[in-house]
């Protein structure tokens, strides 16, 4: 079932791609991606993540820079590199303040965990 579901996610992406629409390639790019990190496939799920993260960036989508961020976080986590987890859980945070809303509970005690 979960193969099934990845492969309808990368025929997503290839849609998006072919078609040139930049918002649906960044949503589908982290969909995937989050998929292959409940698979444990961190090393392609961090290459789409930060492929997403390029695309959130160039479009300024708030939206899609938190989620690249999160799933990038989460990739840290499972990779247990804590460093590289609270760079991208501060730019959670930043993006959450920017945009004047509260920061999620799961940030603020995954930070809090990590920190002490």
Do not use: C, F
């Not at 989620?67 to 986590?77: E, F, I, R």
């Not at 247990?80 to 809303?101: N, T, Y």
């Amino acid at each position: 079932m979960e193969d099934t579901t990845i492969e309808s996610q990368r025929q997503l992406l290839m849609m998006a791609q072919t078609t040139h629409n930049e918002s649906n390639e960044m949503t589908a790019l982290a969909d995937l991606a989050h998929l292959l990190l409940k698979n444990n496939e961190l090393e392609e799920a961090k290459l789409l993540l930060e492929q997403s993260l390029e695309l959130a960036r160039e479009m300024k989508d708030d939206i899609g820079l938190i989620v690249a961020h999160w799933g990038l976080a989460d990739t840290a986590h499972l990779e247990k590199d804590e460093d590289e987890e609270v760079l991208h859980l501060s730019q959670v945070v930043a993006m959450h303040l920017m945009m004047g809303e509260p920061m999620p509970k799961d940030i603020k005690e995954r930070l809090e965990e990590i920190t002490g």
